[in-house]
């Protein structure tokens, strides 16, 4: 589930109907990547999270992110129409 400012506020019944369908997982999400939208705050989706208590729960904030890195750097350049010179 994605928050944002406009719709923190209703963490709560999106919750119970997490709850009502028996979530397996719920993934709490907010734009963490440059967009239009603000991010809400680490403790902001804190106070989100304690809404889905009960529920098996991955938030954006307390994930682990893996390292990646390209398998060929310049095929995958050359795919995207860039040049390396």
Same mark, same amino acid.
């Given at each position: 589930?994605?928050?944002?400012?406009?719709?923190?506020?209703? #963490?709560?019944?999106? #919750?119970?109907?997490?709850?009502? $369908? *028996? #979530?397996?997982?719920?993934?709490?999400?907010?734009?963490? =990547?440059?967009?239009?939208?603000?991010?809400?705050?680490?403790?902001?989706?804190?106070?989100?999270? =304690?809404?889905?208590?009960? $529920?098996?729960?991955?938030?954006?904030? *307390?994930?682990? =992110?893996? %390292?990646?890195?390209? $398998?060929?750097?310049? %095929?995958?350049? =050359? *795919? *995207?129409?860039?040049?390396?010179?």
């Amino acid at each position: 589930m994605m928050f944002v400012p406009e719709n923190k506020n209703q #963490a709560s019944v999106m #919750a119970a109907i997490a709850k009502s $369908l *028996r #979530a397996d997982e719920v993934q709490l999400n907010t734009p963490l =990547r440059k967009s239009p939208v603000k991010p809400l705050s680490k403790k902001e989706m804190i106070d989100i999270e =304690r809404e889905f208590e009960g $529920l098996n729960v991955i938030s954006v904030y *307390r994930g682990q =992110r893996p %390292k990646v890195k390209p $398998l060929n750097n310049g %095929k995958e350049l =050359r *795919r *995207r129409g860039k040049f390396i010179e």
